[in-house]
Every structure is written in C-alpha cells, then in structure tokens.
Antibody, heavy 120, light 107 residues
C-alpha cells in the first residue's frame, strides 16, 4: 500500500524560504520508473503542478516557478524535499506530494496535504 | 504551456441524473488526459487516465472519452457521493497542467 505524508511549517513569513518534506512508503525511489511530484492548491482554486523528481534524479519544474524551486530526495529515508524561496502571500496553499510513474505522470497516490500560510 | 479549459464551471443536477463535463485543450494532447475527483477537505483522487481508462476501484458509472483537444467525463447516474469538484490534467507536454475545475452540485 502506497502512502505519502507531507510535513513542514504551517506558517512562513514573506521573503522566507519554505522547506517541505514528503515521507513515503509502499514504493522506493531507487526502483526504475518511480517518481514523486509536488502539487499545490490555493484555497478554492485548482491544483498547480510544481516539480517532479524521478528514480534517476532527473528533475522537472513549473515554468513560472522554476527559479524559486528545488526538489531533492533522500532514498535511504524514503523522503523527497521541496524548497521554495522568497515566499509571498500568494503562495498560501495546501501542498501535496504525489506518486507517479515515469512516462505516465498520472498522479495515482496523494498525501493528505499540508496547508502553508504566508503571513507576516 | 498547455491550457485546459473546463466547462461548465458548475453543474447543478439531481441524484440519478447524467453528468457531462468538458475539458478543452489549447493544443492536441492525443489521449494524454486524466480526470480527478476532489471532495471538500480531501486530496484529489485519480478517476480516469489516458482519456478513457478507469483507475483502480473507480465505478463503471464514470467514463471518459475524447482525443486531441476535446475530452468528456460522463457520470451515467449520479450517486450522492459523486457531488464534488472534477479536474482534468494533461501530461502531453511539460509543464503538467490542470484545468480550472467543474463543481457538480446537488440541484
């Protein structure tokens, strides 16, 4: 059974850097074809894809946010990390991590999400 | 970036009725489109991928169709648990993108 859980600060101040952790089980990012993606969803709005990392350490980023995002992994701990710099109130959203397959990119397993509020 | 436009924004229907949701892409996706269902306070759930393939444990009343730029999600007879928001997502090209959503509400 695949499970994912996001963790990180609930509140960050404007201009600060956000670091989120996705801890997963039921699969390994050392297995060929495995990928983890980050998605965010502002309150009342549609989801937005942010970044993806695969078993081979290839990384893909949102076009509009790529200068602010870094995705990385620690395969020994079954964790994926997302850092987002220069946080702004418009970045207030629920942040999800998801599992997907290389070449397919359908998001078939999701964490419960973590709400991050950007406020001074 | 591929833009997905969903319509209508809101669909007001009664239980047992048929729901037809549309997703239109700004360029051809072949069949690389998925549909997700989201209920309040929950993460989205994958329903349909590759335009018409139901994901694991998705009831047969959910069906997807279309190719190219026009896609449809049909719910053949709405059950009470189907009232939710539905999103489409494409994987034809980077970045992955989602549509703005259709809310299916009880009439």
């Amino acid at each position: 059974q695949v499970t994912l859980r996001e963790s990180g600060p609930a509140v960050v101040k404007p201009t600060q850097t956000l670091t989120l952790t996705c801890t997963f089980s039921g699969f390994s990012l050392t297995t060929g074809g495995m990928c983890v993606a980050w998605i965010r969803q502002p309150p009342g709005k549609a989801p937005e894809w942010l970044a993806l990392i695969n078993w081979d350490d290839d990384k893909y980023y949102s076009t509009s946010l790529k200068t602010r995002l870094t995705i990385s992994k620690d395969t020994s701990k079954n964790q994926v990390f997302l850092t987002m710099t220069n946080m702004d109130p418009v970045d207030t959203a629920t942040y999800y991590c998801t599992r997907t397959d290389y070449g397919e990119y359908w998001l078939d397993s999701w964490g419960q999400g973590t709400l991050v509020t950007v406020s001074s | 970036e591929i833009v997905l436009t969903q319509s209508p924004a809101t669909l007001s229907l009664s239980p047992g009725e048929r729901a037809t949701l549309s997703c239109r892409a700004s360029q051809s996706l072949s069949r690389y489109l998925a549909w997700y269902q989201q209920k309040p306070g929950q993460a989205p759930r994958l329903l349909i991928y590759d335009a018409s393939t139901r994901a694991t444990a998705v009831p047969a009343r959910f069906s997807g169709s279309g190719s190219g730029t026009d896609f449809t999600l049909t719910i053949s007879g709405l059950e009470p648990e189907d009232f939710a928001v539905y999103y489409c997502q494409q994987r034809s090209d980077w970045p992955l993108t989602f549509g703005g959503g259709t809310k299916v509400e009880i009439k």
